[in-house]
């Protein structure tokens, strides 16, 4: 009784030591890759895209020079009838696919394209600009950061209704 007694201790022993030798492992493969996979990600997103950001400024500047570029308005269709940035067209991030297969058939993969929402708080912008690069390839897109909401806030010339 005495012999098996000590095997039974021996035995949970050795199971307590394994468990503990895996949940450190554990631990520390967490803390050595969790950080390299979450900013990683991040980095080979951001290479992958290619996305730059615009300012008011810059926007404006490639406007006036009258350069050829789209213009994505990537908001709701309501809201882009209420009122976009002359000459945008609407391709509403939730209706991407349908929008896009109509409007970007033709359309030269380097055309410079710029993608705006809402405003700043807005990732619409960015998510519909990755959805352009993949699905079709495109070069030189960039996104308006301060979107809708800097715009109007600017004073600068809107459009109502549909300008396709």
Not at 17 to 42: H, M, P
Not at 106 to 119: F, K, N, Q, T
Not at 129 to 151: C, D, H, P, T, Y
Request: proline share 2%.
């Amino acid at each position: 009784m005495d012999v098996g007694f000590y095997n039974y201790k021996l035995v949970l022993l050795r199971t307590l030591v394994i468990q503990i030798l895996g949940i450190g492992a554990g631990l520390i493969y967490t803390v050595i890759f969790s950080e390299q996979l979450l900013f990683g990600d991040i980095e080979i997103s951001e290479k992958q895209y290619d996305i730059t950001y615009l300012s008011l400024e810059a926007l404006q500047n490639i406007i006036q020079s009258k350069s050829k570029i789209l213009l994505i308005d990537g908001r709701s269709e309501l809201a882009y009838h209420e009122g976009h940035i002359l000459g945008a067209v609407n391709i509403p991030y939730m209706q991407r696919d349908y929008f896009s297969q109509q409007l970007l058939a033709d359309v030269a993969r380097e055309l410079p394209i710029i993608v705006y929402c809402s405003g700043k708080n807005c990732n619409t912008s960015v998510e519909l600009a990755k959805f352009l690069s993949q699905k079709f390839r495109f070069i030189n897109i960039q996104v308006f950061e301060g979107g809708w909401e800097e715009w109007i806030k600017g004073e600068n010339p809107i459009q109502k209704g549909s300008s396709r």
